[in-house]
């Protein structure tokens, strides 16, 4: 199990100012020095955080692993090559929307994603994990495109109202998990995961690789720093 640290919100909080700082690459290097595994950065259209220049310098300066995170666009597709991170998240984006909302509808895209997305990827090295939400059918879809690994969607497990509901949603994500390992694809997890729910989701959810936080995590390294806020985070995984 590995922990991938989202640093969009260095870089939003950066652009709130305009100033240069702070900056999104030193803080990558403060996260892997204190242990993280890797970075997790996603490029939108409209680059309301991570701008392209920001990409081409985490690729020099990340050790780990570097996770690409995007919409399917062609303009996302050229960069993403150009650019050679070790893995590419592929995510539903809507302009309007303040976060991810939701994994891929992979009903919808399936026919895109085989005939335009997967083979530009062919034969680049680069792996293919797609977003998506505990869904059996959706889970057997990315299967047969030949997906790499599954990110899991934990936004709905994180915002559950009540016991009942979390458990609901970790009892799906179980499942999920399972029928992703069975598969052969790696069981990648992440949104709205923090300190206090984490450990639930380690606790009940099998398979688990890489584990992406970033809001919760930035959010709370305002008050501890940002490396005791990835070492806390390590210890409830290790």
Partial sequence: MRLLVNIDHIATLRNARGEGYPDPIEGAEVCEKAGAAG???????????????????LKKSVKGILDFEMAASDEM?????????????????????????????????????????FPEFKDTGIELSLFLDPNPKDIELAHKLGADAIELHTGTFANAKDKSAQKHEL??????????????????????????????LIRDVPHL?????????????????????VKEYLKIMN
């Avoid at 070790?86 to 984006?93: A, F, G």
């Avoid at 303040?98 to 085989?114: I, P, Q, S």
């Fill in 39 to 57: 970075i997790v950065f996603h490029l939108r259209g409209d680059r309301r955080h991570i701008l392209d220049e920001d990409v081409y310098r």
């Fill in 77 to 117: 597709i050229r960069i993403c090559k150009d650019v050679d991170p070790h893995l590419c998240t592929l995510v539903p984006e809507g302009r309007e929307e303040l976060t991810t909302e939701g994994g891929l509808n992979m009903a919808v895209v399936y026919d895109d994603f085989e005939q335009r997305v």
């Fill in 171 to 200: 009892e799906r994500l179980k499942k999920g998990a399972e029928l992703i390992h069975e598969a052969g694809m790696t069981v990648n997890a992440g949104h709205g995961l923090n300190l206090n729910n984490l450990p639930l």
């Fill in 209 to 229: 690789s890489d584990i992406s936080i970033g809001h919760a995590l930035i959010s709370k390294s305002i008050y501890w720093g940002l490396e005791r806020t």
